[in-house]
C-alpha cells in the first residue's frame, strides 16, 4: 500500500478507481473529457444500470485515453451522523478490488473515496478504506491511494504506516512463506556473511552479495517487510538504528521499519546491506519476525 499526492486520472496503474455518483457520470474521469469512458458509462446506464449504480458497487469500463488501462466506477456514500454508512464505503474498496483482480490487474489507485463531496472525514474514510483492503483476498500486488488535499494525504499516510496496518500486512501471508524465509536464514554461511567488494577499472567499488543472501533479502521484500513510511526521518530519529539494539522489545512494525531502512537504503548507498550483516541489525530483525511469528502461530516453525 502506498499513499501518493496527486490527480488520480494521471496515475500510471492497470486500473484506476472513478468515485463517482449513481448516475455513472460523475467523478473525476468524466472531468477530465475522456470520451471513451463516457461513452461506456452511457451505456451501461441505458442497460444494466438504469436505475443507476447502487452505493457501494462497482463496475469497469476502458480506460480511454487514460494512463490506465481500465477504469473502475464506484459509487461512494455521502458521510451521514446519524446513520453508520461505513459498510457502504468498505464495499467500494472491495468490490473495486475485486473487479480489478478478475480484469487481471496487477496494480490500482484509489481517490479517497467520499472524502469530497461525500464530506466523509479523512482519519475514519482511511481506516475503513485500509481495513477493507487488507481483508480482502487479491492478486493485485499494489494498491494505491492518490489523495489531492494534504489533510486526507496525512489521514492515508498514518493510517498505511501505523504499526497496526504493518502488522497487520505481515500476518496477511500464509505461515510457509514466513517458514521459507526463516529456512533461509538458517542457511545464511559465514561466506553468506562475509562481504567482498569489487572495483571495476573507473568505476566505483560495488559490494557482491551471495546468491544465499539475495534470497533472503527477496523474501523479506516478498513478505511485506518492506513498507511505505518516511525511512530517512525514522532511521534518523529512532535508537533502533542502525544496530538494531530494543527491537526485540519494539512492535514488529519496527522491525519491519528497520528492514526497509536497509535495504531500500541499499538502492542508494551500495554496502548499506553489509553494515546490517556487520553491526547485527539484520540477524535483530530475523530474530523479532522470527519471535512475532512464533506468537503468531503458537510456537510451531
Known amino acids: 500500500m502506498l499513499v501518493v499526492h496527486g490527480d488520480i486520472t494521471t496515475q500510471h496503474a492497470d486500473a484506476i478507481v472513478n468515485a463517482t455518483d449513481p448516475s455513472l457520470l460523475g467523478g473525476a474521469v468524466h472531468r477530465r473529457g475522456d470520451p471513451a ?12 444500470y438504469r436505475n443507476g449504480l447502487p452505493f457501494g458497487r462497482a463496475v469497469a469500463t476502458t480506460g480511454g485515453e487514460l494512463r490506465a488501462r481500465w477504469v473502475i466506477h464506484t459509487a461512494g456514500p455521502v458521510w451521514s451522523a446519524g446513520e453508520d454508512r461505513s459498510a457502504l464505503l468498505a464495499s467500494c474498496y472491495r468490490e473495486s478490488l475485486r473487479i480489478a483482480g478478475e480484469l487481471g490487474a496487477g496494480s490500482v489507485a484509489f481517490p479517497a473515496i467520499s472524502t469530497g463531496a461525500g464530506g466523509w472525514p479523512p482519519g475514519d474514510a482511511a481506516a475503513i478504506a485500509v481495513r477493507a483492503l487488507r481483508a480482502a483476498p487479491t492478486g493485485v500486488e499494489e494498491v494505491r491511494f492518490v489523495t489531492f488535499t494534504p489533510e486526507v494525504r496525512t ?32 542457511a545464511l554461511t559465514p561466506a ?87 553491526n547485527g541489525a539484520l540477524d535483530a530483525i530475523f530474530d523479532r519476525l522470527r519471535r512475532w511469528f512464533t506468537e503468531e502461530h503458537g510456537g510451531g516453525r
Open 192 to 278: 553468506d556473511r562475509a562481504v567482498t567488494w569489487e572495483t571495476p577499472e573507473h568505476q566505483l567499488p560495488y559490494p557482491r552479495y551471495t546468491e544465499g543472501f539475495w534470497q533472503v533479502v527477496r523474501l523479506l521484500a516478498e513478505l511485506d517487510v518492506v513498507v511505505p513510511f518516511d525511512w530517512g526521518t525514522w532511521s534518523r530519529d529512532t535508537p533502533l538504528h542502525p544496530e538494531g539494539r530494543g527491537l526485540a522489545g519494539a512492535p514488529v512494525a519496527d522491525a519491519a521499519r528497520l528492514a526497509t531502512a536497509y535495504i531500500r537504503g541499499e538502492r542508494f548507498c551500495e554496502g548499506t546491506l553489509e553494515s546490517g550483516l556487520g
Open 155 to 186: 489521514a492515508f499516510t498514518e493510517v498505511v504506516t501505523s504499526d497496526e496496518n504493518i502488522a497487520a500486512g505481515l500476518a496477511a501471508h500464509p505461515a510457509q512463506r514466513w517458514r521459507r524465509l526463516f529456512a533461509a536464514v538458517d
Open 37 to 48: 469512458v463516457l461513452a461506456e458509462c452511457r451505456a451501461l446506464r441505458a442497460s444494466a
